[in-house]
């Protein structure tokens, strides 16, 4: 137990839908993360929000939509997702002095 | 921007035996250097780091050694055990807007073998 959780952690939806993704930690830390795990690449990151304001928007295509309400709290919101959008979405948190990241165990998205 | 690159992308060790993992990285202003292990179902989990101010640093089995001229290091397992079994990232870090920027290696999958 990493001290963050991620829901859920298996998604399968087609297309046309929409959906979020939630990450929550209870580490009491400032910088959240999102990455893309896809087999044989790098992790890729995706957003980062320092103090509950994004600080980096990693060329991301728009039918990912971040949203970071408090602190302990990060969704990505989905919509008009294509199949290769289909990885593991890891959720990771880090102290504001840096260091090392806690990740969350993932959701394994399935787009049909 | 910054560029790690990891080899070998899968290692086979049998048990007892050493294992190491080597890491590249491009960009000198870097200063911190994590290893991670994931295992099936699980996100990653650091299991050691080192800052570039240090050429060493070891923790039970595990060692990282870094070399900040050739900017390479590389991840050390002594008397590997089954449950060492997982797939290993490193990462490069650097200071980044305020915040740290990681950017991941490719991943290592480590098999041992009983």
């Known amino acids: 137990e990493t001290g963050v959780t991620q829901t859920p952690r298996h998604l399968v939806m087609g297309m046309t839908n929409k959906k979020s993704l939630k990450c929550e930690q209870h580490?009491?830390?400032?910088?959240m993360y999102w990455y893309k795990q896809s087999a044989k690449k790098p992790l890729e990151l995706m957003f980062v929000?320092?103090?509950?304001?994004?600080?980096e928007n990693n060329s991301v295509p728009s039918r990912f939509s971040p949203e970071c309400p408090n602190s302990s709290h990060l969704f990505l919101h989905l919509h008009t997702l294509q199949p290769e959008d289909s990885a593991l979405y890891l959720c990771a948190c880090r102290a504001s002095g840096g260091g090392e990241q806690y990740f969350g165990p993932g959701t394994r998205l399935t787009v049909t | 921007g910054e560029n790690v690159e990891q080899h070998p992308s899968t290692l086979s060790v049998q048990e007892g035996d050493s294992a190491v993992i080597k890491c590249t990285y491009s960009d000198s202003a870097s200063n911190y250097f994590p290893w991670y292990k994931q295992e099936l179902g699980k996100g990653p989990q650091l299991i050691i780091d080192i800052r570039s101010n240090v050429g060493e640093k070891k923790d039970q089995r595990i060692a990282v050694t870094l070399n900040k001229t050739a900017k390479h290091f590389s991840l050390h397992i002594t008397e590997t055990q089954p449950e060492d079994s997982a797939v290993y990232f490193c990462a490069a870090s650097i200071n980044s807007g305020g915040y740290q920027k990681v950017t991941f290696g490719t991943g290592t999958k480590l098999q041992v073998i009983p």
């Open positions: 929000y320092n103090f509950k304001e994004q600080t």
């Open positions: 580490l009491g830390h400032n910088a």
